[in-house]
Each structure stands twice: as C-alpha cells, then as structure tokens.
C-alpha cells in the first residue's frame, strides 16, 4: 500500500508564527487544509515528515512504497498526473526544488538530504501554485474554496435553501447535513458559498461567494461576510470580514472589522478589535519574517493582520496594517501595538511583558474544554519548545 508522506519544505521558517504550532500541511486555504485536498485527490492517508518537536503529534508512518509531497504545494489537475506518474526511485523537480518523489526506503526523508542525487529526476516544467508566506492563504483563498468545492459536492446534492433566506447569484451554495440558515441573504454572483456540518448561519446575516463556513461554526446575527473569506471547524463569525482565513476552533464573535488576514487555532478577537488591512498612502505592506528578523514587503497593496494560535485580543484593539501577531500573545489596551508581537507577549502599545508560561496553559486547558477539546500532553510538549524556541524575540 503507498504511503503518503507530506514534507515540510523550505517554506517552513517563512510561515511563522503559523508553523510553529503545526506542520505546514495543516494550514488552510479554500474549505480543506493542504493535507486534506491531497488526501481527497489521491485517496491515500497523509501522515508527516515535521520538525522533530512536532513529530510526537504529527508522526511519518513509512513502507515499502512511500510518495513524498512538499507540504507546501497545492494540488491541480497536471501537478497531481505528473506525481501519480512517478515509479520508485524518481523525483519530480521544479529547477532545483524537490517537489515529490517515490521510495521503497524504510527512511523516506533521505530523499530531503541536500545534495543527494535521488535516482531518476524528472523536470516539472509547469508553474506550481505553492503556499510560501503567510499571506498567500488569503490570496490564494478564494480560487482554493472554489476547487474545494468542485472536489467536496460533485455529484451529491445540498439541503434546499430554507424558506426565508434569499440567495442572489447563478454560482451554487452547499448545505451540509444539520446546516442551519435563516432568514439571511446570500449572494453568489461571484462565487460559491459552501456551509458545514451542523453550521449555523444566522439571521439577519449577509454573506457573499466565494465563502466557506467549517462544521459546526456559526455566523451571528447581523454579520456581513464578503467574499473570499474562510473558516476551520467551530469558529463563531460577527462584525464585517473580508478575504480572511480562520484556522479553526476561533472567535471573531462581536462587531469590528477583519480584513486580509489570518489567524490561528483557539483565538479570540475581543469586541470592535479592528484590522488595518490598507496603508494610508496605498504602499506596499511589510510585515514581519522571521528568518529574516527583519520586516520585509508582501507586494500586496492589502495585508492585515497575522496572528498564531491561541492569542487574544481585549475589547476596541486596533492592528495597524501588517501586524504579526506570534503564539500566545495577549493584547489588550489603547492605541496601536508594536507591529511584530513575539509570542508569549502581555500587553500593549504602553508596552509588554512576558506572557508567563504555567498561567497561559492554564488558559487553554479552559478554552479548549469549551469546545470539547483537552490539551494533551504531545500539544503542551509542543507549547513548551515554542515559548523556548521564541524567547530571543522578547525584548522588552
């Protein structure tokens, strides 16, 4: 039986904050996280090849026959006939970068080893569509839930739209089983709408295509969600919001403004917290990378706010365009904060302090039992190396 290995590629480091927390497959973009449109495609279990502080919850299970993807390609049509292609011993290669292989080693990640020549090379001589920075999940989103949605619905038949809403548009809308939706209005004119198992879309709402809500979140009443906007499994959505990714299990749940942005597991924007996503003289906007240590430009004209898992914001924050927002960082106070917050940071624009460790498990153990959840000893391993790993980005 082949086994589906997805690699963290060289895009690792550029996907922090994001990546500390998960191998890069486990980022979404579109209705299903990288790992899951390729295990959808191909029909195969994924597991990882990860940094080794994650491998205790993301574990490679290895064969006889082993076909390696780079975690950070999306998968098309020609991409995924080229790796099918592939016999044992060859690679697939865009220039110089190792985008897949076959293996009948026990050790798969020899192919990753720099310089080694992995049997047959083959040319990919076709633009690959790849996440590289963070940004790219909302750029690439709207694009992503329309082939997710082609891929989730063909051939299968939606709830009826219940009586009251009203849908504008000539691209379709998916209710899932248990879907909820009152008297709302949705427009697909230029996209599709897809809502999740057991979601709740509330009334008084507006959503626009292409829009993706995961099972078992909710859209509160009166929220105006526009178009190329996505959502993880329980995420609860209010205010206005626009192009952005939720990775899941968040709160976005009272008014304020959500623009060009991403954001984490176990998050919580606290009410009228509001994203710049637009510079006043229209430049380009930087933000934060960490390999470089240095701010460096998205050539996007529209990018806001970037936040890791399990931070959180108090009630009237204001980002500032660009804003990365690292791990368990809690912001809270009056004007704007620091561009970069480090992870593990307390405070705000009158300045931070660092976040202590014990009482910021404390906080999620709690969080994460309101959604049935508890943190495991693998998750909390894992927050541990990452408040080690970021304490040279606290200075303070």
């Not at 049509?77 to 865009?94: C, D, F, Q, W």
């Amino acid at each position: 039986m082949t086994r589906l290995i997805l690699f963290d590629g060289p895009y690792r480091e550029h996907l922090l904050p994001l990546t500390y927390t998960r191998p890069v497959s486990e980022l979404r973009t579109g209705i299903l996280t990288i790992r899951e449109k390729w295990e959808k495609i191909l029909g195969l279990r994924a597991s990882w090849l990860a940094f080794p502080y994650l491998q205790s919850m993301y574990p490679c299970s290895t064969g006889s026959d082993n076909l390696l993807i780079s975690a950070s390609l999306l998968p098309d049509e020609r991409l995924v006939n080229e790796i099918r292609a592939l016999k044992t011993g060859e690679s697939l290669y865009a220039g110089s970068t190792f985008l897949a292989g076959r293996t009948d080693a026990g050790n798969p990640d020899i192919l990753l080893q720099p310089g080694r020549k992995n049997g047959k090379e083959k040319k990919y001589e076709h633009p690959v569509r790849e996440i590289r920075y963070p940004w790219d999940l909302f750029v690439m989103n709207g694009e992503e839930i329309e082939r997710d949605f082609r891929l989730l619905t063909k051939g299968r038949t939606s709830l009826p739209l219940p009586q009251g809403s009203r849908m504008l548009g000539d691209h379709p809308l998916f209710l899932e089983e248990g879907a909820v939706m009152e008297y709302c209005t949705v427009n697909t004119r230029s996209g599709p709408v897809y809502i999740g198992n057991n979601a709740v879309v509330s009334e008084g709402s507006m959503i626009r295509g292409p829009f993706a809500l995961g099972d078992r979140s909710e859209v509160r009443m009166g929220a105006r969600i526009y178009e190329n906007t996505s959502t993880g499994p329980r995420c609860k959505l209010a205010g206005e919001i626009v192009s952005s990714v939720i990775l899941g299990y968040s709160n976005k749940s009272h008014e304020g403004f959500l623009g060009h942005s991403v954001v984490g597991e176990w998050c919580n924007l606290g009410a009228d917290t509001n994203t710049s996503n637009l510079k006043n003289n229209y430049a380009s906007v930087k933000v934060w990378n960490y390999p470089a240590e240095r701010f460096i430009s998205t050539g996007l004209q529209m990018c806001g706010l970037i936040m890791g898992d399990h931070s959180k914001s108090g009630i009237n924050t204001m980002f500032n365009t660009g804003t990365v927002v690292g791990v368990f960082a809690n912001i809270f106070g009056d004007g704007f904060p620091r561009n970069f917050i480090p992870s593990f940071s307390w405070g705000g624009a009158a300045g931070f302090q660092v976040y202590n460790l014990e009482k910021a498990l404390e906080v999620a153990r709690i969080v994460m039992r309101r959604r049935d959840r508890e943190l495991t000893g693998e998750e909390e391993s894992v927050l541990r190396h990452v408040f080690s790993q970021t304490t040279r980005f606290r200075k303070f």
